[in-house]
């Protein structure tokens, strides 16, 4: 391990081999720190916090501190963040709210510099989230979402798989997978072409998402009528299914 002198470790915490800590970090109790993981300078690591493998943190990162809420009651909570995910300068992430409960950060994410993943949230593997964007609390990313830089997410919105969020974004109802929203307030702009394209998803597959798209966007249809005509017109791949089983499963409604 490469520990700078001074850097403040807590002894009830554990860091793996190979985990580097550079000059006036603070690591908390019970925080775990995985093999490989290096963290830079002037970074807080609260209690119980757990950064898994391979992970860069850069400088004035703040992670697992108290969620803000107001009459939070200190109980006992963590933050989680995956293999191989970055965290660059001045990213915040707060612990939950719950008593035992998480805040979850997958595999492979990037948080770009003064990004925020407020108390609850649950981001898959693979998500980017660009400078300055915000999170608020039981906020869910689902697996390669992309959210664009300053952008404000409402709590418990969901954003689906392989979605993208544009700049400068208010997003106050759900994202619906595979789709590229806009705006103040957001709305629906169209597919994640690009997006699915990298992916490679299949043409057939891509242009099903397409039409699907289409009609949840139609104005003479409300959200139920669309899912019907989606059901009765688009062949059933999976990623199909998954949208309409997206839509259903919506608390907020989506955004059109």
């Known amino acids: 391990m490469n520990i700078h002198s001074s850097a403040i470790i807590h002894p009830d915490a554990e860091l793996a081999q190979g985990v580097g800590v550079g000059p006036f970090t603070t690591i908390g109790p019970k ?7 290096v963290i830079g300078p002037n970074v807080l690591i609260e209690a119980g916090t757990i950064i898994g493998r391979n992970c860069r943190i850069f400088h004035g990162a703040s992670l697992g ?3 803000q809420i107001l009459n939070f009651k200190n109980v006992p909570a963590s933050l989680e963040i995956g293999d191989g995910t970055v965290v660059r300068e001045y990213v915040t992430a707060h612990r939950s709210g719950f008593e035992n409960g998480v805040t979850r950060i997958g595999k492979g994410c990037l948080l770009m510099a003064y990004s925020h993943v407020g108390h609850d949230c649950e981001i898959g593997d693979d998500v980017v989230i660009v400078n300055s964007t915000a999170l608020s609390g039981h906020v869910m990313v689902e697996d390669k979402a992309f959210i664009s830089g300053l952008v404000g997410i409402h709590q418990f919105v969901r954003i689906g798989r ?9 997003v106050n109802q759900d994202v619906l997978p595979f789709s590229t929203v806009e705006g103040n307030p957001g709305r629906l702009y169209s597919t994640n072409a690009v997006g699915l394209k990298r992916a490679n998803f299949k043409p057939d597959v891509r242009a099903a998402i397409k039409k699907a798209l289409k009609f949840i966007a139609q104005p003479e249809l409300n959200t139920k009528q669309a899912v019907e005509k989606i059901a009765a017109e688009i062949e059933m791949f999976d990623e199909i299914k998954y949208f309409i089983d997206f839509i259903n499963n919506s608390s907020r409604g989506v955004t059109k």
């Open 31 to 37: 925080a775990k720190i995985r093999e490989g993981t």
């Open 162 to 170: 392989h979605a993208m969020v544009g700049g400068m974004a208010r």
């Open 65 to 67: 501190g108290e969620p």
